[in-house]
Antibody, heavy 120, light 110 residues
């Protein structure tokens, strides 16, 4: 059974940093692209970032480019999102999602999400 | 303002059929595969359709997808109250080098 479990969310002040993690199991993690998708309270889905199976290709939404860094450790079956210079508009539920290739939007498994709240 | 345009809401009676549209451009829908997601209240999104019209295993054939030019459509037949959810289309945008979603459509089964 595929499982994706996010962690690392919490309340953080504007301008500070936070690192999210996603622990994957039930599939060969190193064979697939992985993505972060967020959802602000009461709003729609917003793609944040994606990383190819070997970290050779990485993409970011314009809204987070230069502030967020996605990475993965295939030996640990884990995906990460380093979030710096956080802003109130980054407040959202952050989902980890399993993809296929980085430029193909086919997110077939999602975690339950971890909530990030940016507020003073 | 989402790159992909969906109607905010649709509604239909139990047993009826509904369609949800997703409009984009040549840089996204026109040249990339479209997927559709169902988000039931308080839960994570679930993949319903990928590669424009394919269903993952376990998704009933009441759900269908199609694409024509720069628009895509999700169809749901035999509506059930359990289908009440938010539905999102998604695709890759080659100009943005980013994945994009529609703003979401809330389905009400009256």
């Amino acid at each position: 059974e595929v499982q994706l479990v996010e962690s690392g969310g919490g309340l953080v002040q504007p301008g500070r940093s936070l690192r999210l993690s996603c622990a994957a199991s039930g599939f060969t993690f190193g064979d697939y692209a992985m993505h972060w998708v967020r959802q602000a309270p009461g709003k729609g889905l917003e793609w944040v970032s994606g990383i190819s199976w070997n970290s050779g290709s990485i993409a970011y939404a314009d809204s987070v480019k230069g502030r967020f860094t996605i990475s993965r450790d295939n030996a640990k079956n884990s995906l990460y999102l380093q979030m710096n210079s956080l802003r109130p508009e980054d407040t959202a539920l952050y989902y980890c999602a399993k993809g296929s290739a980085i430029a193909v939007v086919k997110f077939d498994y999602w975690g339950q999400g971890t909530l990030v709240t940016v507020s003073s | 303002q989402s790159v992909l345009t969906q109607p905010p809401s649709v509604s239909a009676a139990p047993g009826q059929k509904v369609t949800i549209s997703c409009s984009g451009s040549s840089s996204n829908i026109g040249n990339n595969y479209v997927s559709w997601y169902q988000q039931l209240p308080g839960t994570a999104p679930k993949l319903l359709i990928y590669d424009n019209n394919k269903r993952p295993s376990g998704i009933p054939d009441r759900f269908s997808g199609s694409k024509s030019g720069t628009s895509a459509t999700l169809g749901i037949t035999g509506l059930q109250t359990g289908d009440e959810a938010d539905y999102y289309c998604g695709t890759w945008d080659s100009s943005l080098s980013a994945a994009v979603f529609g703003g979401g459509t809330k389905l009400t089964v009256l």
